[in-house]
């Protein structure tokens, strides 16, 4: 499903590059939950925009469902995390100022959907996370937990394969950090390849976790255990 | 068939919202160019529309003799000379003149007419067809304006025309004079010839000018030259000439005003550039969600199209639907008496309704285009840049 083969990323800043990802090989199966786990620094962050196609590698090879991504252009780049990929970020990177609705529906606007389709997978994803009565309330006057349940619908609403998730629970307490494991858990069932990248220990001991990929400096020191 | 993607156009409207002081300030600077150009060219459409009636009843040739280089009396007996040249169909000495009406502070044009002479112009032969002057010794018909500046100041039926010599000479209103254009009647007061002569103290041999109608209006340069051969002492002026003269007035008007707007627009769009150029942290980081969210470059600038475009189409129709009201309704105050000059020594007239849809389409290629580009631009620079890069 997702191959890296012999990556190198490297960064350019004030003319000095840095190493971000050092001869990265990996791949993870179809289905597979993997986590990313290491320190802020380690290279979780950048493996994950690989697996976007949100940059490219400097040298090496990312496959995606037999799509050489890192060879695509940038509108090809798109259209792939437009069809396959749903990324939930960090700091969730919704547009602050309009409501939980328009936010949703943002990677589909380019597709110009079917109004009934559109309203269909609106109220299934909002309904799976528990958004639908805030639907009309500006992101902006959300709480925190359900921000990220705003940025999980998001990415969720094109019905991705993939599922990326950027330290989904940094912002998040410990009821709402078990409450999005548990929501990951039941996409994981749905079929979802999902990656995360973390360092919350909440992620490190779950039985539902395929593997977990051990980071450090821009290499990968440990490929953890594999479950299936 | 290219279906629409209303959803873009409804995220494009809620960009704008988002943005409302921005984008209120750029719509209300643009309208305001919009608006000042549209005017300017209404105004000069107006202007010229009228000074081509004007000029069109006007005759073919007018003679005038000159002296020292100043224009004087002319002889009278010229216009039977006149008459002689092959081509000329007829030719009649006009007294007219300005007079200064001081009360009210504006010129007044005093033309003598007589009842059994040929009229050099329609409007003239209407006016002595419909009244029969001949039995009255003084009469006058006023053009609107000049009825309205009479009574205004307490004449309602006559008026006191103060003679070279001081004198007085009360002349009777016996009508108003009703012509197409305002330009043509409105400062206009028709009298006898010989209360003409009477007013301004002309000799009877003499008068101010002659007029020369042509029946083949080919031959009107050739007659022209005849005449200046047959009185070199004399200045001819066509029709055509005036009329040149009238338009490179306006042109040269309405050039400076679009000079002026261009120089205006190009620093508008300067500073929306520049603006846009170094694109706020917030817009570059939304251009940059889009992108993570499976945006292509193409769909963020088709956004950003319809951005700008909605903003300055409305900007657009607003600034000229204002500029017709502006111009036609309210009648231009302040721009008009930049082009009428000295207006003021003129009684009121009102902009008759002319539009020319080339120049609405020159000021929308000239402002619209440019402002979505020069909006586009930035964004497309900030869409190029790797995703990650810009939300990081």
Redesign the interface.
């Known amino acids: 499903m997702i191959t890296f083969t012999n990556i190198l990323k490297e960064y350019k800043i004030n003319n000095e590059t840095i190493v971000a990802l050092n001869n990265i090989n990996m791949h993870i199966k179809k289905g597979q939950l993997v986590v990313l786990k290491g320190a802020s620094g380690s290279g979780k962050?950048t493996m994950l925009?690989l697996m976007?196609s949100?940059?490219?590698p400097t040298s090496g090879e990312v496959i995606i469902k037999d799509t050489k991504i890192s060879k695509l252009s940038?509108?090809f780049s798109?259209?792939f995390?437009?069809?396959n990929?749903g990324?939930i970020?960090q700091k969730y990177?919704?547009?602050p100022?309009?409501n939980v609705i328009?936010n949703i529906?943002?990677?589909?606007?380019?597709t110009?959907?079917n109004e009934e389709f559109l309203n269909t997978r609106l109220k299934e994803v909002m309904k799976l996370f528990n958004i639908e009565h805030k639907k009309n309330i500006i992101v902006k006057n959300l709480s925190g937990g359900e921000q990220q349940r705003v940025a999980i619908a998001?990415a969720m609403i094109?019905d991705p394969d993939i599922i990326l998730a950027d330290e989904p629970t940094a912002n998040l307490d410990e009821k709402l950090s078990l409450s999005f494991i548990q929501t990951l858990k039941e996409l994981k069932a749905l079929g979802k390849t999902i990656v995360v990248a973390t360092h919350d220990p909440l992620f490190f001991n779950l039985d539902f976790v395929s593997k977990t990929i051990n980071m450090k400096n821009g290499n990968i020191i440990d490929y953890g255990n594999i479950i299936d | 068939m290219i279906k629409i993607n209303t959803y873009l156009i409804e995220f494009a409207i809620n960009s704008i919202l988002r943005e409302k002081t921005k984008n209120l300030f750029i719509f209300i600077v643009f309208t305001m160019l919009i608006f000042l150009l549209s005017s300017i060219f209404l105004i000069t459409a107006s202007l010229q529309k009228e000074l081509n009636i004007t000029a069109d009843s006007l005759p073919d040739i007018i003679l005038q003799k000159m002296n020292a280089g100043r224009v004087s009396d002319i002889d009278i007996n010229r216009v039977d000379k006149i008459l002689e040249i092959n081509g000329v169909n007829n030719s009649v000495s006009r007294v007219w003149g300005y007079y200064y009406f001081e009360n009210a502070g504006i010129n007044f044009s005093v033309v003598g007419i007589d009842q059994f002479e040929t009229q050099y112009k329609k409007s003239l032969e209407s006016i002595t067809l419909k009244h029969d002057f001949s039995e009255l010794e003084d009469f006058m018909v006023v053009g609107s304006g000049v009825k309205k500046v009479l009574e205004k100041n307490y004449y309602k039926d006559y008026f006191n025309f103060i003679k070279p010599d001081g004198t007085f000479k009360k002349i009777q209103i016996k009508a108003i004079f009703d012509s197409a254009t305002n330009l043509e009647s409105n400062d206009v007061i028709l009298v006898s010839k010989d209360t003409a002569y009477d007013i301004f103290g002309i000799n009877e041999n003499k008068a101010t000018d002659i007029v020369v109608n042509v029946s083949n209006k080919k031959e009107v340069a050739t007659i022209a030259y005849k005449i200046k051969m047959l009185f070199p002492d004399t200045r001819v002026i066509t029709k055509e000439d005036l009329k040149i003269s009238y338009t490179n007035i306006f042109n040269y008007k309405s050039g400076m005003f679009l000079s002026l707007f261009i120089i205006s627009l190009f620093t508008f769009f300067m500073i929306i550039y520049d603006k846009s150029s170094s694109l706020s942290s917030s817009a570059k980081r939304e251009i940059g969600i889009l992108k993570a969210l499976g945006w292509k470059t193409d769909d963020i600038l088709k956004e950003k199209f319809y951005e700008s475009f909605l903003i300055s189409f409305t900007a657009y129709i607003v600034g000229i639907g204002i500029s017709f009201i502006y111009v036609y309704i309210f009648q231009a105050p302040f721009l008009r008496d930049i082009f009428m000059g000295y207006s003021v020594l003129k009684p009121q007239f009102n902009l008759i309704f002319a539009y020319d849809l080339k120049i609405f389409a020159m000021i929308f290629f000239l402002s619209i285009p440019i402002y979505i580009s020069a909006t586009i631009f930035p964004s497309w620079r900030a869409s190029i840049v790797d995703a990650d890069e810009v939300i990081r």
């Open positions: 962050s925009s976007a949100l940059c490219k940038d509108n798109s259209q995390r437009q069809e990929i990324f970020f990177n919704l547009i100022n309009i328009d529906i943002l990677p589909l606007i380019p110009n959907p998001r094109n």
